[in-house]
């Protein structure tokens, strides 16, 4: 089973790049399920997905990548025995490491194809970087994808982009606005992800 | 598999997870300033810690991220005295919103998210905030067609790093 994990800070969009990606996917036959992860005890984003009609687990109360990383790892073997889709779809929390998502399918779910795309709220990002730099960059660090959203309410700079491509380390960063880009998002994001991550 | 770390100390340490064969193998390149050290490797599995309060290893940044922030979840029932149109109700949902953002804000962006939504039997209202002055709306399921709503629910979700002097009932307040 491929899992597909969005991460990205508070806030950065993520939930409105799922959506956007889960209707092209489902446009195109794919099964898909969906894990949603909160920190809180209350979703909210199960909410807005829940408009596809697919079927999604939600986590709450603690973060996937460290206090409850089992019940992620059971959730994924719970899904693929039970609705085995093309796709899994991971929603982190906004502060999920992804070094401890990749360290924990490393370790624990090397049966699946773990890919990542992390979202970064360009609007805020200089801002953010002074108040939450290392998790930022691990976030950004070694994701197959970087997707740059808002760029309808700011336009990257030049050093922005060159910042990011170099903490990218190589892996494509695509400039979007979930909120207009729609159903192009995943054509844009699945011709990227040439390899999971390494194991 | 082992998690590996850049880091490193000279350690006696061994993991207790009883098939790892990583206990005591040199750390390839790099040198600890030790010249007896025949070990410079300290690793980790995940979710492992080795005990020792100074390991920068095992200090969990992570944790101490989620534990410093601020992190309000709540779900409030209302039954108004005075059924609500949905434009009455998205105008309290933006209001209260707009508030929190201006009381979380710094330097006019939120350090998280100020998430919730609004349920009624027939249909709801997303709003999300990560910048003081805009939310943003989003309508759920039959929220246009929705006449007279005598009850409904409010989910909110705030959570930023920085500290705010805020509580569950100065949320709610704002929509009574």
């Known amino acids: ?199 | 598999m082992i998690k590996e770390e850049n880091h490193h100390r000279h350690s006696d340490h061994k993991c207790d997870v009883p098939d790892c064969t990583d206990h005591h193998r040199h750390h390839g390149g790099h040198v600890c300033g030790d010249p007896d050290c025949t070990d410079h490797r300290h690793h980790h599995h995940v979710g492992q810690k080795c005990g020792d309060p100074d390991c920068a290893v095992c200090h969990d940044e992570h944790e101490d991220l989620i534990n410093d922030s601020l992190v309000i979840s709540h779900t409030r029932s209302f039954s108004p005295g005075r059924a609500e149109t949905t434009d009455s109700l998205r105008e309290k949902g933006i209001k209260t919103f707009l508030r929190l953002g201006d009381l979380v804000s710094f330097e006019g962006v939120v350090a998280g998210h100020i998430k919730g939504v609004i349920r009624t039997e027939g249909g709801g209202l997303a709003f999300s905030l990560t910048r003081a002055g805009v939310v943003d709306v989003t309508e759920l399921g039959g929220w246009k067609g929705l006449g007279e709503i005598r009850a409904y629910t409010m989910t909110v979700n705030v959570m930023t790093l920085l500290h705010a002097d805020i509580t569950e009932e100065d949320i709610f307040a704002l929509m009574a």
């Open chain 1, 1 to 199: 089973m491929n899992v597909l994990a969005f991460a990205g800070f508070l806030g950065s969009g993520k939930t409105t790049v799922i959506k956007n990606c889960i209707n092209s996917m489902l446009r195109q036959g794919l099964k898909i399920a969906i894990i949603e992860n909160e920190i809180g005890t209350t979703s909210i984003d199960d909410a807005i997905l829940n408009e596809g009609g697919i079927e999604i687990t939600t986590l709450t109360n603690g973060c996937v990548c460290c206090s409850i990383s089992g019940s992620l790892i059971s959730a994924a073997i719970q899904i693929e025995r039970e609705i085995n889709p093309d796709w899994l779809i991971v929603e982190l929390t906004g502060l999920a490491y992804m070094t401890g998502i990749r360290d924990l399918f490393a370790e624990r779910g090397k049966q699946f194809k773990l890919y990542s795309v992390t979202v970064i709220d360009i609007a805020r990002w200089m801002k953010l970087l002074k108040i939450t730099r290392p998790l930022l960059i691990d976030q950004v660090s070694g994701a197959n994808v970087i997707l740059i959203n808002k760029t309808d309410i700011t336009e990257p700079t030049e050093e922005e982009i060159e910042e990011i491509s170099r903490l990218a380390g190589g892996s494509p960063v695509i400039r979007a606005s979930a909120q207009n880009d729609g159903e192009r998002l995943w054509d844009e994001i699945s011709a990227r992800l040439k390899k999971p991550e390494a194991m």
